[in-house]
């Protein structure tokens, strides 16, 4: 028999998800690291001074990698943050994109993304899981306790962007936590524990929708789509680019078609479907999100492989008899249809509404580089198509 799951074996934990162990305002990076956070801070400055390549330009070429492989992985992490920041910006911060990435750049990029087994641009764990700090120390993380550390341009709407992304993973943590103890508890036959763990999951539910119904308070659509949405951009499918950067001096010269950073890369949708036995049919944007799953960190990754290959959830909901279980069960599939009907109302306003002319920021693609509209409303239909 296999040993049970537990959150800690995944650097996770019931109060915090799949949120950083760590606040990255806590941990220290090397003296050799100094110029890369001096321009990081000033980022939201060289960004408005319109010549961010010429700043950028200017960074020393420091070699990275021996520390990125013996440093601890907190300050890795902190690393990449500002690092894969720095790289956005030095992309999609003037009228043109360049066809190239300095190597001052690239090759400490690179070097911590190796280290972390990640692509070397902006992931969705360096943008919203790994870049937040609690304003005050004292008091518990909470949705106004907590600040994005690293910016871009900054401003409200970059901030509660993010922001909003952070309460709802905070919310999540609960969700995860249950999906382990679930595992358990139908492996030992036990109904009510299953259904007690499961109407918790629908009320943990029902506070992350709270959280993410509260996005347009401060996160307006028109800001998003031209001053919040076009930094996070990949090199792949994204005309602006071609056929992707060069990194200059790796990957021999050639372009490198990365994914950008998307909502997608949360790893709480796919961790539902895996516990939940939920299935996609086969679709481009399936295929994507297949894709997508190495953009994650590492342990999330094994997380929702190991949710996926241990939980038997639905078939003992199916053969327990409880009608009461079963409604349960169902509940917690149409709070993901709920939380999926809504994030394509926000990609409605929030981006295929939005008129652009703007090389490389359509309304009709996601960051990630898929025509999006038509693939989400199939995911979420087939969500709400297997309810037991």
């Not at 537990?6 to 305002?25: K, N, P, T, V």
């Not at 901030?159 to 909003?164: G, M, P, Q």
């Not at 524990?193 to 308070?217: H, Q």
């Not at 939380?339 to 306003?349: D, K, N, V």
Request: some cysteine; hydrophobic content about 40%; proline content about 6%.
């Amino acid at each position: 028999m296999s040993e049970p799951m537990q959150l800690s074996d995944y650097g996770m934990s019931r109060d915090r998800g799949f949120l950083s162990h760590f606040e990255i305002d806590e941990v220290d990076l090397p003296a050799e690291f100094t110029p890369y956070l001096h321009a990081a801070e000033m980022l939201s400055g060289l960004i408005t001074s319109g010549k961010v390549r010429h700043w950028l330009d200017r960074l020393p070429a420091i070699d990275l990698s021996e520390w990125a492989q013996s440093a601890p992985e907190e300050q890795v992490r902190r690393a990449m943050v500002h690092l894969s920041f720095l790289v956005q910006a030095y992309v999609w911060g003037e009228h043109e994109a360049p066809a190239h990435l300095p190597a001052n750049l690239a090759r400490p990029m690179v070097a911590v993304a190796d280290r972390l087994d990640q692509a070397p641009l902006l992931p969705y764990s360096g943008y919203v899981l790994d870049n937040w700090a609690r304003i005050d120390k004292a008091a518990p993380l909470a949705l106004d306790n907590v600040r994005m550390v690293q910016n871009f341009a900054g401003g409200d709407d970059e901030n509660w962007f993010v922001l909003v992304h952070i309460g709802i993973e905070l919310e999540a943590g609960v969700l995860l936590d249950n999906a382990v103890k679930l595992i358990a508890a139908s492996d030992a036959g036990d109904v009510a524990t299953c259904e007690a763990l499961l109407l918790e999951n629908n009320a943990a539910w029902e506070r992350i929708y709270d959280v993410f119904k509260r996005m347009p308070e401060r996160c307006d659509p028109y800001v998003y789509f031209h001053r919040v949405r076009p930094w996070i951009h990949g090199w792949a499918n994204n005309p602006a680019l071609g056929g992707g950067l060069v990194y200059d001096g790796l990957f021999e010269g050639k372009p490198q078609a990365l994914r950008g950073q998307t909502g997608s890369q949360s790893s709480i949708v796919p961790s539902m479907d895996a516990l939940f036995g939920v299935r996609h049919s086969d679709d481009p944007l399936k295929a994507f999100l297949d894709e997508l799953h190495f953009y994650r960190p590492v342990p999330h990754r094994r997380f929702i492989e190991d949710l996926g290959a241990k939980s038997n959830l639905r078939g003992f909901v199916v053969g327990s008899g409880s009608q009461s279980l079963k409604d349960a069960f169902n509940a917690n599939l149409e709070q993901v249809v709920r939380f999926r009907t809504r994030h394509l109302e926000y990609a409605a306003s929030y981006i295929n509404k939005q008129a652009s002319n703007e090389p490389g920021n359509d309304p009709d693609v996601g960051t990630g580089g898929t025509p999006f509209m038509k693939y989400l409303k199939k995911h979420r239909d087939e969500n709400a198509a297997q309810l037991v």
